[in-house]
């Protein structure tokens, strides 16, 4: 059973950075694609970004293409999210999970943009 082990939230500034880690157990992480998602309050949990198995190719949800980068090492099995100008609107949980949610869903880690 493949564990999800999200970090790196915290409260920041508008315009502010954070980079985002998810630490994966198992051994069937490199042969996904993995993608990150966020559920804001009263929201449904809605896509990010997601990149694929290799880390060759990555796809960004319009709201943050451009400011998101998402980013993989597959020797250490961890996922990564370098969030940059970041906005209210960002608020959220951030949860990754391969690109189908086949794994269950990790604890989160909370992101806070304060305007």
């Known amino acids: 059973q493949v564990q999800l082990v999200e970090s790196g939230g915290g409260l920041v500034q508008a315009g502010g950075s954070l980079r985002l880690s998810c630490a994966t157990s198992?051994?069937?992480?490199?042969?996904?694609?993995m993608g990150w998602f966020r559920q804001a309050p009263g929201k449904d949990r809605e896509f990010v970004a997601h990149i694929s198995s290799s880390g060759g190719s990555t796809y960004y949800a319009d709201s943050v293409k451009g400011r998101f980068t998402i980013s993989r090492d597959n020797a250490k099995n961890t996922l990564y999210l370098q969030m940059n100008s970041l906005k209210p609107d960002d608020t959220a949980v951030y949860y990754c999970?391969?690109?189908?949610?086949?794994?269950?869903w990790g604890q989160g880690t909370q992101v806070t943009v304060s305007s």
């Open positions: 198992g051994r069937t992480f490199t042969s996904y694609t």
């Open positions: 999970n391969s690109r189908a949610g086949s794994y269950s």
